[in-house]
C-alpha cells in the first residue's frame, strides 16, 4: 500500500495539471474528530517465551481530537502539523497478586495514552475542483506514551519512556463550504509503537476491601497503536 501510493506520487508529481485556487489563503487551522480502529497492549515484551512475548491486550474503537496547521507551499504541495491526544482503556485484562498469602488473579483496567506530533507533506491530485479538494500525503512522527493500569487505589507511573518514531500516508478530500470555511475527511496509515518500563507508587492496594501484595514493582509494556485511522473535521482557510 504505501509502496503504491509513492509510486503514484512521483508520476503526478510530472503531470502538466492546473490546480483549483485556495484565493491566496495559504493558511488553514483544523479542528478534527480522530477514529482509530484497533491497538495492541504488550504485557510481556521482553519474555523470554516468544508465546508470552506475542500476547497482547486488544483494544478497539478509539476516539480522540487533534488539531492540525497547514501552509500551502505551493499550488499543489502544502505542509501541516497535527497533534493529537489520544488515550483509551478497558476491562479484561488480568493481574497475578497476592491475597491473604494466597496467589490469585484479578481483572484490571488497562490501556494507554498517546500524544502523536506528526508532520505531513500533500499532493493536490489533478482532478480537484473549486469546491472538492482531493490530496495525497505522507510524513514522519513522534510518538510520546504511557502506560495505564487501574484497579483499586493502585497508582502506575511509567518510569522509562522510549519516544517512537514512524512514517504514515494519507488519502483526504476537502469540501470548501465557503472561500475560508470547510470540511476535511481523511484516512490514514499508520504504525507507531514504543516500549515502556512502569512502576507502581506502592506495594499493597486496597481492592474492593481487601489488601493486596502485588508480585512485583515494575512491569514492562510495549503499546502498538496499529490500526487504520479516520479523520473528519472542520477548517479555516486565511
Given at each position: 500500500?504505501?509502496?503504491a501510493l509513492l509510486l503514484i506520487f512521483l508520476t503526478l508529481l510530472f503531470v502538466p495539471i492546473s490546480f483549483a485556487q485556495y484565493n491566496d489563503n495559504k493558511f488553514s487551522f483544523g479542528v478534527n474528530a480522530v477514529y482509530t480502529t484497533t491497538a495492541k497492549v504488550y504485557?510481556?515484551?521482553?519474555?523470554?517465551?516468544?508465546?508470552?512475548?506475542?500476547?497482547?491486550?486488544?483494544?478497539?474503537?478509539?476516539?480522540?481530537p487533534s488539531l492540525d496547521i497547514r501552509y500551502r507551499l505551493t499550488e499543489?504541495?502544502?505542509?501541516?502539523?497535527?497533534?493529537?491526544?489520544?488515550?483509551?482503556?478497558?476491562?479484561?485484562?488480568?493481574?497475578?497478586?497476592?491475597?491473604?498469602?494466597?496467589?490469585?488473579?484479578?481483572?484490571?483496567?488497562e490501556g494507554f495514552k498517546l500524544i502523536p506530533i506528526e508532520l505531513s507533506l500533500y499532493y493536490q491530485l489533478p482532478f480537484s475542483t473549486e469546491s472538492f479538494k482531493f490530496l495525497m500525503g505522507g510524513g514522519g512522527g513522534y510518538y510520546l506514551g504511557e502506560h495505564?493500569?487501574?484497579?483499586?487505589?493502585?497508582?502506575?507511573?511509567?518510569?522509562?519512556?522510549?519516544?517512537?518514531?514512524?512514517?504514515?500516508?494519507?488519502?483526504?478530500?476537502?469540501?470548501?463550504?465557503?472561500?475560508?470555511?470547510?470540511?476535511?475527511?481523511?484516512?490514514?496509515?499508520?504504525?507507531?509503537?514504543?516500549?515502556?518500563?512502569?512502576?507502581y507508587s506502592k506495594n499493597t492496594v486496597n481492592y474492593h476491601g481487601s489488601t493486596i501484595r502485588l508480585t512485583q514493582e515494575h512491569f514492562d509494556s510495549k503499546i502498538n497503536v496499529d490500526g487504520v485511522t479516520f479523520i473528519l473535521g472542520a477548517a479555516i482557510y486565511f
Amino acid at each position: 500500500m504505501k509502496t503504491a501510493l509513492l509510486l503514484i506520487f512521483l508520476t503526478l508529481l510530472f503531470v502538466p495539471i492546473s490546480f483549483a485556487q485556495y484565493n491566496d489563503n495559504k493558511f488553514s487551522f483544523g479542528v478534527n474528530a480522530v477514529y482509530t480502529t484497533t491497538a495492541k497492549v504488550y504485557l510481556n515484551p521482553n519474555s523470554s517465551d516468544i508465546t508470552l512475548r506475542n500476547q497482547y491486550f486488544l483494544l478497539e474503537d478509539i476516539l480522540n481530537p487533534s488539531l492540525d496547521i497547514r501552509y500551502r507551499l505551493t499550488e499543489p504541495l502544502i505542509i501541516g502539523l497535527n497533534v493529537e491526544y489520544m488515550t483509551k482503556t478497558d476491562f479484561g485484562s488480568t493481574l497475578r497478586v497476592f491475597i491473604n498469602n494466597t496467589t490469585t488473579t484479578i481483572d484490571v483496567e488497562e490501556g494507554f495514552k498517546l500524544i502523536p506530533i506528526e508532520l505531513s507533506l500533500y499532493y493536490q491530485l489533478p482532478f480537484s475542483t473549486e469546491s472538492f479538494k482531493f490530496l495525497m500525503g505522507g510524513g514522519g512522527g513522534y510518538y510520546l506514551g504511557e502506560h495505564i493500569r487501574k484497579f483499586g487505589d493502585a497508582e502506575v507511573e511509567s518510569i522509562e519512556k522510549k519516544a517512537a518514531f514512524g512514517i504514515h500516508v494519507s488519502l483526504s478530500m476537502e469540501y470548501l463550504l465557503r472561500e475560508n470555511i470547510g470540511l476535511r475527511t481523511e484516512m490514514k496509515f499508520r504504525d507507531p509503537q514504543f516500549n515502556l518500563t512502569n512502576k507502581y507508587s506502592k506495594n499493597t492496594v486496597n481492592y474492593h476491601g481487601s489488601t493486596i501484595r502485588l508480585t512485583q514493582e515494575h512491569f514492562d509494556s510495549k503499546i502498538n497503536v496499529d490500526g487504520v485511522t479516520f479523520i473528519l473535521g472542520a477548517a479555516i482557510y486565511f
